[in-house]
């Protein structure tokens, strides 16, 4: 089937912490690649996309890269802020078809 | 920019009542989506258009309807609500070209009892 998994939450860190969240893939053809963040009481906002294999898109110190030999396309930041707390959602898309993972939730404490 | 807006924000219905829930951009996004969102599920897509007088089912269709009579448009409406339809509801829209973002609307908190 066509889905996305993502590394469950929540994830708790302190400021200035890495930051690693996983996101797999299944799809069928070349899908682009996505990653979003839900700020408390909004909607989903793009952080980065990536829409070829080895790719890397990045945004506000995030990136990820587009791995088709492992179907990954993990969220990283090498430092985190306090103002990083939120709900990140990895996302695939085929043609009209946007499907989400689960979401997981970080929290940086100072 | 007024982007994706949604309304209501929050609503309480009680079981078998309906209502609509509206969507509208000023983008003029060929693509509309609905989507809900169900704690540690992520979202799942209800219906989606991707055009005036177009609309498909998308992942959970079941027990809810849409219309698309314009570019700017696309409500959702429940007939007969459930508990099951308790959930946050977001409109997206997006160009419709491949690899393009979608934009979102702020949510519509809804509560069946």
Known sequence: ???????????????EAFLTINCTYTAT????????VQYPGE????????TKADD???????????RKETTSFHLEKGSVQVSDSAVYFCARQNNNDMRFGAGTRLTVKP | NAGVTQTPKFRILKIGQSMTLQCTQDMNHNYMYWYRQDPGM???????SVGAGITDKGEVPNGYNVSRSTTEDFPLRLELAAPSQ????????????PNTEAFFGQGTRLTVV
């Open chain 1, 1 to 15: 089937g066509n889905s996305v998994t993502q590394m469950e939450g929540p994830v708790t860190l302190s400021e």
């Open chain 1, 29 to 36: 053809g070349y899908p682009s690649l996505f990653w979003y």
């Open chain 1, 43 to 50: 909607g989903l906002q793009l952080l980065l996309k990536a």
């Open chain 1, 56 to 66: 890397k898109g990045s945004n506000k110190g995030f990136e990820a890269t587009y």
């Open chain 2, 42 to 48: 992520g979202l799942k897509l209800i219906y989606y």
């Open chain 2, 86 to 97: 308790t959930s946050v509801y977001f409109c997206a829209s997006s160009v419709g070209q």
